[in-house]
């Protein structure tokens, strides 16, 4: 029992540590203006010209594009919400949920960054900042990480 309880406090206490990436991405997007009103479109721009895989290049050009200010308030709050709900353990399971399906989507828009034709290795080397987030979400969904150390334990009792 010892080993699992530490487990669940481990699980738990880099699930606090994960939320900070997330609060931190999410603040300047939803804080200030410079994101949701230039700084996305540059992103969708470059997505499009360079990195996304083909399929979800129409998706990006024909839905996000012309709602870029939209989205790009979407992205930040999207961030928040994940950020809020692992600090406070909270909704844990749906927040993975989002979080998970926003990092597929950040994926499958940079995927190809390192450009074509390069070792397969470059491809999961540029996305360092994507896979192990998506990895983290998916044990704090798998773990139901708000147990510990979080509301979601607490509300259950």
């Keep these: 029992m010892a080993n699992s309880s530490g487990l669940l406090r481990t699980v738990a206490g880099v699930r606090i540590?994960?939320?900070?990436?997330?609060?931190?991405?999410?603040?300047y997007k939803v804080a200030g203006p410079e994101f949701a009103?230039?700084?996305f479109q540059s992103y969708l721009q470059d997505y499009i010209a360079n990195s996304a895989v083909s399929f979800y290049r129409p998706v990006l050009s024909s839905i996000i594009v012309p709602h870029a200010?939209?989205?790009?308030?979407?992205?930040?709050?999207?961030e928040l919400f994940v950020?809020?709900?692992?600090?406070?353990?909270?909704?844990?399971?749906?927040?993975?949920?989002?979080?998970?399906?926003?990092?597929?989507n950040m994926v499958l828009a940079t995927w190809w960054a390192p450009?074509?034709?390069?070792?397969?290795?470059?491809?999961?080397g540029?996305?360092?900042?994507?896979?192990?987030?998506?990895?983290?979400?998916?044990?704090?969904?798998?773990?139901?990480?708000?147990?510990?150390?979080g509301l979601d334990g607490r509300l259950r009792r």
């Design 17 to 27: 540590a994960t939320s900070v990436f997330f609060l931190l991405f999410g603040e």
């Design 37 to 39: 009103h230039s700084g």
């Design 69 to 78: 200010v939209f989205f790009g308030y979407v992205v930040g709050i999207v």
């Design 83 to 104: 950020g809020i709900s692992l600090l406070i353990g909270f909704w844990v399971r749906p927040a993975s949920i989002v979080g998970i399906l926003f990092l597929v």
């Design 115 to 124: 450009g074509r034709g390069v070792p397969v290795w470059r491809y999961f």
């Design 126 to 149: 540029a996305e360092l900042d994507h896979i192990p987030l998506l990895l983290l979400l998916i044990v704090f969904y798998a773990a139901d990480a708000g147990r510990v150390w």
